[in-house]
């Protein structure tokens, strides 16, 4: 926002460089450390070292984040069109709401929930099996229908209140208003959201590491860890991260293109009054409809809390865990902020750096953590293993990974915040660390909590890098509740995953308060 | 004839009450500070909201309980009154058949209502390769295929020139005299109500406080808001 003095030049108000800068050489080195051992050994091998093997782990990444992302968005668009048709009925926020806890969660604490409802031993006596392909179906068609119909609802709440009015006035029926005002307006955003949804089943670690079995139905992300970690096969570790980074990065790079993937997408204000579906048999299939989505929902929530109230075991273990937890979550959290801050205050005042910030955040994304970790491992445990070097790579990572959602909150608030105060300070000749302590801060202190929030949260749902780089002796709450169900102790692990939940909730509830506007 | 008799009618905390007659073939412009009710009277008439008691009378039938497709009525409103992804044809095509059955008779009075409103060469353009106007004048031409007696205006021409107001007003009032409809339009333009309306009503705080000839009201100083609603208005305007 250039104005001009009394001189007629141009002021601005012009943030250092210098820690923007230094942000992106450090994002720079991380990739580099990654991506280049993985790039190096991968020339070197060539693309004859693409056995047989990597082709099927490709293949089955496909097919189970295509499956996955197609019935999501079947289930997702039922239901958000039921959603919207039905503008108030009780418990409607209640249903929105649960519609945020899946993703909310960290994901090991909900496949627990699904296990503990449909596994073997499970409330419903091992109907099937949920290993392998279904499973990993069941456990992504779980987190992403919300995610897709929370989305799709809010496209649909956008339709203008004009149109519905037109669409009564006009006679409109069922099928007239899905073809002429609803389907129009979900096709516009149904790309963005489907590949959303694809790149997160391409690259889910935690639900294919556990309910996944075998060579058969493993994916590309939890293969790479299988050949650094159990196989100690470091050529085909690359391979496989390279096949992996060609998939997520021109996904990634291709939904950028289609609007972002971290654009705000949520429903905001409230929807326009529609005046359709009025009669019985409309509102016995949206009812139907909202009572199937409650019935994939709670019980697996319910389980958790049902089950996992009477088998928490506080010893020694949980709470170290727990401690561990928290130190590397908020290590991460405090990482991803300082990387995220100078970008934010750069990105608010020059186009040139909100662009490349935007896709700088991505980091972890483009190129995904496996692929990351990689490099890491070659350029880093081959040579000396220890805890404390474990401890940094895990927060480095998990910076990473939670480095969009820690700069979206912060880089809208300073952008208002930048055009708000930025011409008064310069009028004022306020600048500087006196600025941020008698401007800044005050009017950013929710978004700055929101984002330290933000990252503690992903942090501590974190499998992926802690299983990479984490030790026997070396664990978190996540890795401890692997860990119990791997060694036969599953009530344990559901006691595991209801303290980490309430944790991550408690949390979230927080964040929630201070994204709020006032 | 429009007749709303002891109207009712309850929004958040506002208590509104209509009782008025807009007279067969007439143009009745409404004016009034905003949030008065305005736009609840017209979807009151258009059966987008139904009174608490009361009722709706167009003609000789009561509308009350009708829902809004099977009441006589057209409404064009301030924006959003085509849909962007149909071309400017299909959209006044949906006035006759939301399904698009059409007969050959039907085309060609989309083909004459186009015509009418001067869109003939824009047939096959899509909404956001028109001005503002031109999509005001596709729902006029929707308006004429419909072919409905009441014509409700929301604010239509609020967001075009004074130029382009008149042309669009000159357009519904030719409209209103070949067809003798009923027109009811909310303005706030009250050189609009003078131009092109009959009869003009002074709305406030969910009651029609007058509702005379327009030279009439616009003379009056017996009614109680509308010298401070319009403010210096009347004398820099006459």
């Known amino acids: 926002m250039p104005w001009r003095n009394d001189t007629g030049d141009v002021v601005t108000v012009q943030p250092l460089r210098a820690p923007g800068y230094l942000a992106l050489a450090l994002l720079g080195v991380a990739l580099a450390a990654g991506f280049l051992p993985v790039l190096w050994m991968g020339a070197r091998q060539g693309a004859g070292a693409a056995d047989p093997y990597i082709l099927r782990v490709l293949r089955f990444t496909l097919l189970q984040a295509g499956l996955s992302t197609l019935l999501s968005i079947i289930g997702g668009l039922l239901l958000a069109r039921a959603l919207a048709r039905r503008q108030a009925f009780p418990g409607r926020d209640f249903v929105l709401r649960l519609l945020n806890l899946p993703l909310a969660l960290p994901s090991i604490v909900v496949i627990i929930g699904i296990i503990e409802v449909y596994g073997r031993k499970g409330w419903l006596g091992g109907a099937f099996s949920i290993y392998g392909l279904q499973g990993i179906l069941l456990a992504h068609v779980f987190f992403n229908v919300p995610l897709a119909a929370r989305l799709l609802l809010a496209e649909l709440e956008r339709v203008p209140a004009e149109s519905w009015k037109l669409a009564a006035q006009l006679g409109f029926q069922t099928a007239d208003i899905w073809r002429v005002v609803e389907w129009p307006q979900l096709r516009a955003g149904l790309p963005g959201i489907a ?64 609007g972002g993937l971290m654009g705000t997408r949520a429903s905001g204000a409230t929807a326009a009054r529609r005046y359709d579906a009025r009669r019985g048999v409309a509102i016995i299939i949206d009812a ?91 350029t880093f445990i081959a040579h000396a293993s220890s805890t404390a070097l474990a401890a940094s790579l895990v927060v480095a990572m998990n910076g990473l990974m ?117 | 004839m429009i007749r709303l008799a002891d109207v009712t009618f309850r929004y958040e905390d506002m208590e509104m009450y209509f009782d008025a007659v807009f007279t067969a073939a007439s143009f009745t412009a409404i004016i009034g500070p905003s949030g008065g009710g305005k736009s609840t009277l017209l979807n009151l008439i258009a059966g987008f909201e139904v009174p608490q008691s009361g009722r709706v009378l167009i003609g000789t039938q009561d509308v009350t309980a009708l829902p809004p497709d099977q009441r006589p009525v057209n409404m064009i409103f301030q924006d959003n009154n085509v849909f962007g992804h149909l071309d400017v044809w299909t959209n006044v095509a949906l006035g006759i058949s939301p399904r698009l059955a059409l007969s050959a008779e039907d085309r060609e009075r989309i083909d004459t209502a186009l015509a009418d409103v001067g869109l003939v060469s824009f047939k096959q353009r899509k909404p956001d390769e028109l001005s503002g106007g031109e999509r005001q004048r596709v729902a006029v031409a929707r308006a004429l295929v419909r072919d409905r007696p009441v014509l409700l205006l929301d604010e239509p021409f609020a967001a075009l020139g004074p130029a382009l107001r008149r042309d669009m007003l000159d357009l519904v009032t030719a409209m209103q005299k070949a067809r003798r409809l009923t027109v009811v339009m909310v303005s706030h333009q009250p050189e609009d109500a003078q131009y092109a309306a009959s009869h003009t009503a002074y709305l406030e705080a969910g009651r029609i406080v007058a509702l005379r000839p327009t030279a009439e009201l616009f003379a009056a100083t017996d009614i109680p808001g509308l010298a401070a609603y319009l403010g210096d208005w009347r004398s820099i305007g006459q």
């Open chain 1, 195 to 258: 590949l959303l949804i694809f790149l997160l089943c391409a690259s889910s670690f935690a639900v294919v590491l556990t309910l996944g079995g075998g060579p058969g139905a493993t994916t590309l992300e939890v293969a790479i860890y299988q050949a650094l970690r159990a196989d100690f096969d470091p050529q085909r570790a690359v391979m496989l991260a390279l096949v992996q980074f060609l998939l997520c990065g021109s996904l990634v790079l291709l939904a950028q293109r289609w």
């Open chain 1, 288 to 378: 139907g409809l909202i009572a199937l989505g409650l019935i994939l929902l709670l019980p697996p929530l319910l389980a958790i809390i049902i089950s996992g109230a009477s088998a928490i075991h506080a010893d020694a273990t949980l709470l170290r865990a727990s401690v561990t937890s928290l130190l590397l979550g908020s290590a991460s959290a405090a990482m991803a902020f300082l990387l995220a801050w100078p970008l934010a205050q750069l990105a608010a005042r020059s186009d040139a750096w909100r662009r490349g910030s935007g896709l700088a955040v991505l980091a972890a994304w483009i190129v995904p953590p496996a692929v990351l970790a990689t490099g890491w491992f070659i």
């Open chain 1, 402 to 518: 939670a480095l969009p959602f820690v700069f979206q909150p912060l880089s809208t608030a300073i952008a208002q915040a930048a055009s708000a105060h930025d011409r008064l300070c310069l009028g004022l000749g306020l600048s500087g660390f006196g600025r941020f302590w008698q401007i800044d801060l005050p009017a950013l202190k929710r978004p700055i909590g929101l984002s330290l929030v933000m990252g503690l949260i992903l942090s501590l749902g974190d499998l992926t890098a802690i299983s990479l780089f984490g030790t026997q002796d070396f664990m978190t709450l996540p890795s401890l509740i692997y860990r119990q169900m791997g060694s036969y102790r599953f009530d344990a692990a559901v006691g595991t995953a209801l303290i980490l939940g309430i944790l991550v909730l408690a949390l979230s509830s927080l964040s929630e308060r201070w994204s709020r506007p006032r």
